[in-house]
């Protein structure tokens, strides 16, 4: 019964079906580029998203988490909904993440155990054709849209979480001032996801 301890318990099922849906059209309408997601906690969607790599000899699932939990709110968080989603919630371990991709058999993601803020370079993939970003927090959205956005492949697609969550409000607020400096990119919302596309 492990696929169903594993199930994603941070994104609802329905919202899981639309990440896979965009994924597989990101994966189909673009050359090249691989698969991102910022904020893998457990690894349950990332998971997901691995297991659509299969049968691709060259893209490769890469994973970002503080592995330490959420980092400190900033103000655009405050939540009149409540108080939930501290600093140091979430809190897991990069061991944890690998050893459940070996037990479904599947290829080991690219996993770094880093704040977003303090990836270099050389820690982030050429071109994405997908990213999913799950941050919870107004700063974690906001850095992983500014590292991904450069790198985005022609018709690549990026999905932000929590964009109507009213317990999570600084993801909106991070995507909203993102996409005022950059008209090249459309916004479409479905549930509490954001998708991003080009013009
Ligand atoms: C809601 S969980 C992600 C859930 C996961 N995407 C899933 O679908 O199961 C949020 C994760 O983001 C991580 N996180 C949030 N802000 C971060 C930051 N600035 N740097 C690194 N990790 C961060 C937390 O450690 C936590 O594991």
């Not at 994104?11 to 639309?18: L, R």
């Not at 050893?99 to 270099?120: G, M, S, T, V, Y």
């Not at 018709?155 to 969550?165: A, L, P």
């Not at 995507?175 to 005022?180: H, K």
Request: net charge neutral.
């Amino acid at each position: 019964m492990k696929s169903i301890a594993d199930a994603p318990e941070q994104v609802t099922k329905t919202e899981t079906e639309i990440l896979l849906s965009f994924a597989k059209t990101a994966l189909a309408q673009t050359q090249t580029g691989d698969l991102a997601e910022f904020g893998c906690y457990r690894g349950d969607t990332s998971l997901l998203l691995q297991k659509l790599l299969q049968n691709s000899a060259t893209r490769r699932l890469w994973l970002y988490d503080s592995f330490a939990g959420l980092p400190e709110k900033s103000p655009e968080d405050r939540s009149a909904a409540g108080d939930a989603f501290k600093q140091g919630e979430l809190n897991v371990t990069k061991r944890e993440v690998i050893e459940k991709f070996k037990r479904h058999n599947l290829r080991l993601p690219i996993i770094k155990k880093a704040f977003f803020e303090d990836l270099q370079p050389t820690d982030l993939p050429e071109k994405i054709a997908f990213a999913f970003l799950d941050g919870d927090l107004y700063a974690s959205i906001k850095i992983s849209l500014k590292l991904t956005i450069p790198r985005l492949a022609e018709n690549g697609i990026i999905i932000v979480h929590d964009y109507n969550n009213p317990e999570l409000p600084g993801s909106a607020k991070a995507v909203d001032e993102f996409l005022s400096t950059h008209r090249n990119l459309k916004l479409e919302v479905r549930e509490t996801l954001a998708i991003i596309r080009q013009n």
